[in-house]
């Protein structure tokens, strides 16, 4: 069973920065695309970042130029950095695994992560 855990999140003050971490077992993440998604309450949960099996990576509008996805594989190890982070990047975030090599759509994601909360006050 696939098995993903983040770690790395807490609150910073607007400006800050985070790196949040994701370690993936019982799959290599080399193989699939991996992704990172997030909700805020009262939101829908919307994808945030996205590496897939050859290294290329897509990212919401909102964090582009901020958020940098990276892989780590010999770790085995999802990264999300995060900088210039303000409050509306408050959220809960999950990392994720897809069952295809270049698709990390809703459709094709096999595990997440249990969640890890980021918080950004003003």
């Known amino acids: 069973q696939v098995e993903l855990v983040e770690s790395g999140g807490g609150s910073v003050q607007t400006g800050g920065s985070l790196r949040l971490s994701c370690r993936v077992t019982?799959?290599?993440?080399?193989?699939?695309?991996v992704s990172w998604f997030r909700q805020a309450p009262g939101k829908e949960r919307e994808g945030v970042a996205s590496?897939?099996?050859?290294?290329?990576?897509d990212y919401a509008d909102s964090v582009k130029g901020r958020f940098t996805i990276t892989k780590d594989y010999a770790k085995n190890t999802l990264y999300l950095q995060m900088n210039s982070l303000n409050p509306e990047d408050t959220a809960m975030y999950y990392c994720?695994?897809?069952?295809?090599?270049?698709?990390?759509?809703?459709?094709?994601?096999?595990?997440w992560g249990q969640g890890i909360q980021v918080t950004v006050s003003s």
């Open positions: 019982r799959i290599m993440t080399s193989r699939y695309c």
């Open positions: 994720a695994a897809s069952n295809s090599r270049f698709s990390c759509s809703s459709r094709d994601l096999r595990a």
């Open positions: 590496m897939d099996s050859d290294g290329g990576t």
